[in-house]
């Protein structure tokens, strides 16, 4: 059943698990994840990034491909549809209107009246849709920042400030993590981290959650993160699985062979991560 991403992360914070958010590329991801959370009955939040929706065929194909999969496989878990990375109001606004449940606004490369100036536009729009809203805050860089100083670590007191003037439901503070994979090890903020929590009523996101090692991202959870992105791993396990596939059975041509020897594999680090984030048998 199709909730909002604020309904499922609320009750991950008052009993200190995380949500997980695993990104969809196509109508085989989305069912690959939804199967996996359905068989550990974990709540699911599938992200969607604008590069993603493009590639699906638009905001409405991937709300009816949801939907689709969510009646024909008999699915009983929450499953959010979210929009990842939402880089323009306008973006956010036509996920809304196609029926997604969440959405993120990702204002984090403008100054901090900008952020909120374009957050709080969003946030008036989700509301009348009982939308949830994510902004960012900091730079979340890709892995290029992961051994650099180019990671621009999330500021406590602006970070309250977006809190408490946009009325958002959840945030993402840049506080380490990075997109992709990480050239050196992840340097996550966990004192700033609870600081954030303990100075905020809203659940925390953490982003690139990829390569982070396990007791990371248990301290993180104690440390209030609720929801937690993954994109790479899932890349990473379903694309190897699929070369192996290819190379040991080079006459196969038929398309959904080739795509369906990627769904153990996926499915397997699915279920690895729902388990270390604390979210199986939360439904």
Known sequence: MLENAKQMIEKAKER?????????????????????????????????????TKYMGGYNVVVNIVKGLIKDLKITIPVCIHLDHGSSVESCINAINAGFTSVMIDASKYSLEENISLTKKVVNYAKKYNVTVEAEIGHIGGSEDSNSSNIAYANVDDVIKLVEETNIDLVAPALGSVHGIYKGDPKLDFIKMEEIKNKVNIPLVLHGGTGIYDYQIKKAIECGISKININTELQIAWSGAIKNYISENQNVYDPRKIIGSGKQAMQNKIKEKIELFGSNNKY
Not at 22 to 41: D, P, V
């Open 16 to 52: 200190k698990y995380a949500v997980p958010h695993f990104n969809i590329n196509n109508l085989e991801w989305t069912r690959y994840i939804l199967e996996a959370s359905e068989e550990l009955k974990s709540p699911v939040i599938l992200g969607v990034s604008e590069g993603a």
